[in-house]
């Protein structure tokens, strides 16, 4: 089964500030890698599909990007809305999460 | 609009079976690359994918459970429900039900909380 790796595990920044997140796959998965927010208490939700497709309706300054076994989630400049942990997955795998404070 | 809820038991004894029922709406599990799934999140941790069951009634379990899970299909009344068996403390959670097209996972519902103490 594809192990799938994340960090940091958490961070901290500032509004404004260019936030990055990185998953490793243990395998290739090629493209097969999604995003998703979850601020507290609430469920996750779709912000990136396929590593790279912003989903309908999420701001453009989440993106993502990478194949095959290393991708990154980027957010462009930090906004205070945006304080939550995110999580990658592939197939029915989830990274451990990166927890973004401010 | 795509909306599921997920409904069951908050509170159940160690070794008894859990059963939780997804009703959802928006969507039909008859059409064709539609899943309903479920997903579990332990407090503090992340989320631990459970099941599946697709629109040709294919079903998906995750490795580790798959002797402890169950899933099946009310289609009359949209919903899909889920049993596992002989919980533990450990099966405390949120369970979520989620809808899939296809491989993609896009929504979720909003959660229901399980604790396993006797």
């Known amino acids: 089964d594809v192990q799938m790796t994340q960090s940091p595990s958490s961070l901290s920044a500032s509004v404004g500030d260019r936030v990055t997140i990185t998953c490793q796959a243990s395998?290739?998965?090629?493209?097969?890698l999604n995003w998703y927010q979850q601020k507290p208490g609430k469920a996750p939700k779709l912000l990136i599909y396929?590593?790279?497709n912003l989903e309908t309706g999420v701001p453009s300054r989440f993106s993502g990007s990478g194949s095959g076994t290393d991708f990154t989630f980027t957010i462009s400049s930090l906004q205070p809305e945006d304080i939550a942990t995110y999580y990658c997955?592939?197939?029915?795998?989830f990274g451990p999460g990166t927890k973004v404070d401010i | 609009q795509i909306t599921l809820k997920e409904s069951g038991p908050t509170l159940v004894k160690p070794t008894q079976t859990l059963t939780l029922t997804c009703t959802f709406s928006?969507?039909?599990?008859?059409?064709?690359?539609?899943?309903v799934g479920w997903i579990r999140q332990p407090p503090g941790k992340a989320p631990e994918w459970l099941a599946l069951?697709?629109?040709?009634?294919?079903?998906r379990f995750s490795p580790s459970l798959n002797n402890r899970l169950s899933i099946s299909q009310d289609p009359s009344k949209n919903q899909v429900v889920l049993t596992m068996t002989n919980m533990d403390p450990v099966d405390t959670a949120t369970y979520y039900c989620?809808?899939?097209?296809?491989?993609?996972?896009?929504?979720w519902g909003q959660g229901t909380l399980v604790t396993v103490s006797s």
């Open positions: 069951i697709y629109w040709d009634a294919d079903k």
């Open positions: 395998q290739d998965i090629r493209n097969t």
């Open positions: 396929d590593a790279s």
């Open positions: 989620t809808h899939h097209r296809w491989d993609l996972l896009d929504y």
């Open positions: 928006g969507f039909s599990l008859s059409t064709s690359g539609v899943g």
């Open positions: 997955l592939s197939g029915f795998t």
